[in-house]
């Protein structure tokens, strides 16, 4: 999906959240920035070009969409921190929940796609194992990098596939569009 594309579905969903509370264009705003987070490993991302050093090694290290930012691992507590930040900021507590929505948005859009998404990836880290580590110590390293590699192999496959070609496919269009209309009616609907 475009980067538009998920900024208008986390602001549907955050307008929703936002219309609970009376403030369905704070919903919008911090539910559209949330479906953005997870692009942050693509330089050419919306979110990206903003924060391009920390883009380009996110890309080099995992690819896009294979990085930590697009698993629930990192959507719910990002989404959770953006959401808290624009509530205490504003006084409506029901935010965090706009946050939350919109970054997890992000994950189902791009499940969508024909590239799909591994959202429950779990990486841990492989440990080193130097030559002067005596022979107990390395062989329980040894088995925690076995533990941990199958683990990584376990929930990284891609369950989650769709049709969607991004940014060529209308279905696309249509997700962008009636979530832009359900910003709308949110905002008329609260005054």
Known sequence: MTGSTHFAAGAALGAAVGALTGQPAAGAVVGGIAG????????????????????????????????????????????????????????????????????????VLDAMTKSGVRPFRVWLPKLPLPDFLPGRVKGKLERWNTWAAEVEGRTGKRHYRGEVVTGQDYREHIVAAVSWMVVALMITISK
């Open 36 to 107: 953005l987070l997870a692009d942050i490993d693509h330089p050419g991302s919306k979110l990206g070009r903003k924060i391009r050093p920390l883009a380009v090694v996110l890309e080099e290290r995992w690819g896009h969409r294979d990085s930590p930012t697009h698993t629930v691992m990192f959507c719910l507590p990002a989404g959770l921190f953006l959401g808290l930040l624009a509530g205490l900021f504003l006084g409506v507590p029901l935010l965090m929940l706009s946050g939350v929505l919109g970054a997890v948005s992000h994950l």
